[in-house]
């Protein structure tokens, strides 16, 4: 069973930046793509960036710029460093991984089939 677990969230000032942590069990943690989602109070799940297995990225328009996803094979863990943080930025941070057999490094949820618990990262004007 695969299991996804987040860390690094926090309580952040507007402007700060915060680096939030993917950690994923199995040995073939290389071989799928990744991706970081966030969903805020009274909101839908939003796609925020993603990693295929050769380290190619996506990302959402409104983080472009301010965050770097990546992703260290060796220790199957997944990163994302969170730069010029703003109020609306304020959600519970998931990550993702793919689903078995497909390359796909999008932002349709439905193609990720393993969620983590997810992470608060909480920006103060």
Not at 12 to 25: F, N, T, W
Not at 40 to 55: D, L
Not at 74 to 96: F, G, H, I, R
């Amino acid at each position: 069973q695969v299991q996804l677990v987040e860390s690094g969230g926090g309580l952040v000032q507007a402007g700060d930046s915060l680096s939030v942590s993917c950690a994923a069990s199995g040995r073939t943690f290389t071989s799928y793509s990744m991706a970081w989602f966030r969903q805020a109070p009274g909101k839908e799940r939003e796609f925020v960036a993603a990693i295929s297995s050769s380290s190619d990225t996506n990302y959402a328009d409104s983080v472009k710029g301010r965050f770097t996803i990546s992703r260290d094979n060796t220790k199957n863990t997944m990163y994302m460093q969170m730069n010029s943080l703003k109020p609306e930025d304020t959600a519970v941070y998931y990550c993702a991984r793919a689903r078995t057999g497909i390359s796909y490094y999008g932002a349709n949820p439905a193609f990720y089939n393993y969620w983590g618990q997810g992470t608060q990262v909480t920006v103060s004007s």
